[in-house]
């Protein structure tokens, strides 16, 4: 097949973003607080024991399973995405430090049913939520579909799980995610940091 052309990079709101390789390349420096985001999802979480059964939620090449991987190298990770095209290289960039890692090709729909794997004491969710909300929902229509999320992702968590999430605003506003977590039944919901439009906020499940 012909390569398409290297002119989409050039566009303002060009580039390949479902291609993991062009993504891992390019994602700093096109979104220059990705991977303070993803540090500041690293921190923010309690220490992790060993075997800690961690789910990295629609995880594209796994830069948050790899980034809390290499903080907790003693964790059980499960890698979950419908691209088994990124599927492959997130494999590949955490299994020689987590050889049992689980991988799991799955669509995951805003629709309160729990996620495949589970139960997780942590779920990290990177540049995921406002995916699998879809871009398109906005206002009353984006918050139900957010409650309804969060409320399968509570499910998908044991007592005393934490969900962690890191994102962009714009499908919905950072106080409305922490309000949206609360009316789904997480606890302890905070955010641990902001930058411009980009947050880590967190919540747990009651014991
Ligand atoms: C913006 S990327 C984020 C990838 C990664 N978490 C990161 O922070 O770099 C969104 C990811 O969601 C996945 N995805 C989109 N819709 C999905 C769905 N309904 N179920 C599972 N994965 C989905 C895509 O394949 C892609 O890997």
């Keep these: 097949m012909k390569p398409p052309s290297w002119r989409q990079n ?5 580039g390949f973003w479902r291609n993991g390789h062009w993504y891992d390349l390019h994602v700093e420096r096109r979104m220059p607080l990705f991977l303070p985001m993803l ?14 059964a961690v789910c990295d939620l629609a995880c594209g090449t796994g830069n948050a399973a ?18 088994p095209a990124l599927l492959d290289i997130a494999r590949a960039k955490v299994s020689e430090f987590d050889p049992e890692v689980e991988v799991l090709q799955a669509t995951v729909k805003a629709d309160g049913e ?8 942590v779920i990290l969710a990177s540049l995921a939520l406002h995916v699998l909300v879809g ?3 906005e206002g009353a ?36 995610h922490l309000k ?25 499940v009651p014991e």
């Design 135 to 137: 871009h398109e929902a």
């Design 180 to 204: 949206a977590m609360e009316r789904a039944g997480f606890v302890d919901v905070d955010c641990a940091w902001r930058q411009d439009d980009f947050f880590v906020a967190g919540g747990r």
């Design 141 to 176: 229509e984006a918050e139900s579909r957010y409650e309804l999320l969060f409320h399968g992702l509570r499910d998908s968590l044991a007592p005393g799980g934490h969900l962690l999430v890191g994102d962009h605003v714009g499908t919905l506003g950072l106080f409305r």
């Design 114 to 121: 729990p996620l495949p794997g589970g139960p997780y004491e």
């Design 10 to 14: 050039l566009l303002r709101k060009g």
């Design 39 to 52: 540090d500041e999802m690293a921190t923010a979480l309690p220490p992790l024991e060993a075997g800690t």
């Design 66 to 83: 790899f980034t809390v991987l290499m903080a907790y190298p003693t964790i059980h990770l499960t890698l979950l995405d419908e691209d």
